[in-house]
């Protein structure tokens, strides 16, 4: 997890906060564009081979789920610096 600390000299809190809800707002975009390509039984001629590939794209989808919420913590991280 990346930690910055709200200091005088450093970036504010809106800074450091809105690219990172940002880059979780393109992360969701992705995520529902990767719907669109969830492998299908109809374009395979084995269902093995769609099982494995639908395996390889839940796990693709779920690395941008977790880098979104890690995103997230860091966001909160940073706003509980001031409170």
């Known amino acids: 997890m990346i930690t910055p600390t709200i200091n ?14 940002t880059a979780m707002d393109h992360l969701m975009d992705a995520i529902e564009a990767l719907k669109q390509v969830t492998p299908n039984g109809r374009d395979y001629l084995y269902m093995s081979a769609c099982h494995a590939d639908r395996a ?28």
């Open 56 to 83: 390889i794209h839940y796990s693709r989808m779920e690395v941008l789920r977790a880098l979104r919420e890690e995103l997230m913590r860091e966001a909160v991280y940073i706003k509980e610096q001031v409170q």
């Open 8 to 21: 005088f000299n450093g970036n504010s809190i809106d800074d450091l906060v809105k690219p990172r809800l």
